[in-house]
C-alpha cells in the first residue's frame, strides 16, 4: 500500500464518520421532534376529554333546565285559566261577592307574575338566579352557549388529535428511512397540530369547517 492508497483509504474512512455523524444528529433531532409532538398531543388529549365531559354536562344541564320551564309555564297556565274564570266571575257577581273574588284573582295574577319573573335576593344583579320563567330561561340559554362553546372547543382538539398522531407516524418514518423531507412534513403537522391545540383552549379563531 502507497501513500496514494493510504490517503484514499483515511479520507473514506473520514467521509464514513462524518456520515455517520450526521446520520445520528438527523436521528436526534427526530427524536426530540417526536418527543415534543407526543407531549402536545398529550395535553391536547387531556384537553379533548374535558371538552367532551364539558358538552355532556351542559347538554344534560339544558336539558333539565328547559323540562323545568315547561313545567313552570304549565302552572302558570293553570292559573291562568283560573284567574280569566275567575274575572267572568267578577262580572257578573253582586256588590258582596265581589271582595273574596277579587281577594282571589289578586292572589292568582301575583302568583303568575312570579312565575314569569322570581329573581333570586340574594343575587340581584344576576339573570340566570331564581325560580321565574325569565331566570330559568336565561340559565338554559347560558347552559346551551356553554355546551356550543365546549363543542368548538373540542373540534379544535379533534383535529389536532388527527395531525399530531399523523406526525408521530411520520417522524417515525423519517427517523427509519433518514429522509429530511418526511421529517419537515412532521414538523409541518405538528406544528399546525400543536396551533390547534392552543387554539381549543383558547378560541381565538373560528374553525372555517
Known sequence: ?????????????????????????????????????????????????????????????????????????????????????????????????????????????AQIARYDSEPDPAAPNDPTAGEGKREISARARAFEAARETAMARDD?????????QIALVLGSVAILAINRAVLILSAVLGAIGTLLVINGFSLLVALPF
Open 156 to 164: 379544535n382538539f379533534d383535529w389536532a388529535e388527527v395531525l399530531l
Open 1 to 109: 500500500m502507497d501513500s496514494a492508497d493510504a490517503a484514499e483509504m483515511i479520507g473514506e474512512v473520514s467521509e464514513e464518520q462524518t456520515e455517520h455523524e450526521a446520520v445520528n444528529r438527523f436521528r436526534g433531532r427526530a427524536a426530540l421532534l417526536i418527543a415534543v409532538i407526543a407531549a402536545v398531543l398529550a395535553v391536547g388529549g387531556l384537553g379533548g376529554g374535558n371538552a367532551t365531559d364539558d358538552m355532556i354536562i351542559n347538554t344534560i344541564r339544558a336539558s333539565d333546565t328547559w323540562a323545568f320551564f315547561q313545567a313552570k309555564n304549565v302552572r302558570q297556565t293553570g292559573y291562568q285559566l283560573a284567574a280569566e274564570r275567575l274575572e267572568n266571575e267578577l262580572a257578573t257577581a253582586g256588590s258582596t261577592a265581589r271582595a273574596p273574588i277579587e281577594a282571589r284573582l289578586a292572589a292568582y295574577r
